[in-house]
């Protein structure tokens, strides 16, 4: 079970560790590399060829402003890609969200919120519960919690009105 993660500068770090975080709790061997599309693409292409025949299950790549990355990655391989449009410009990450969900038809990026790293984490999980039981009911027991909690804070709400 691994996951490839690929952000295109160290700025972007703190904003992807979330997502290493949550896919490590899962037990999932995780590669985080920092690899620009346009500043390292000779790296980045030796790294998806690598991903392409490692047991790598799922791509996440992570990027700001042109957010080519996502799609340049996509263009490599036929493992699931998800992009992650980062924050930090004047357009605060509205131009990566853009330019991630406009890829070309034949070559799809599933896309998550701005800085949604997390879900990220969580979208390539439930990609990967297809064929890993395992995380599939750690996802359905984390679901359950959450469903748990969820009813809680509902039932102290009616318990402070009535």
Do not use: W
């Not at 979330?18 to 790294?47: I, M, N, T, W």
């Amino acid at each position: 079970m691994k996951v490839a993660i690929i952000m295109g500068s160290t700025s972007d770090l703190a904003k992807v560790e979330p997502a290493v975080d949550v896919l490590k709790k899962y037990g999932v061997e995780v590669q985080v590399r920092c690899l620009s599309a346009h500043r390292a693409h000779a790296g980045l292409s030796q790294f998806i060829e690598e991903t392409n025949t490692d047991g790598t299950e799922v791509i996440i790549t992570a990027a700001g402003m042109a957010a080519a990355l996502p799609g340049v990655v996509a263009s490599q391989t036929v493992l699931p890609v998800i992009g992650v449009p980062l924050s930090g410009s004047v357009l605060d990450g509205m131009d990566a969200l853009m330019s991630i969900v406009q890829m070309p038809p034949g070559i799809p990026v599933a896309t998550v919120a701005i800085n949604g790293s997390k879900n990220a984490a969580y979208l390539a999980l439930q990609i990967m519960a297809v064929k890993h039981e395992k995380i599939k009911d750690k996802l359905l027991e984390e679901r359950k919690g959450m469903e748990e909690a969820a009813m809680k804070a509902n039932a102290e709400v009616i318990a402070k009105f009535q």
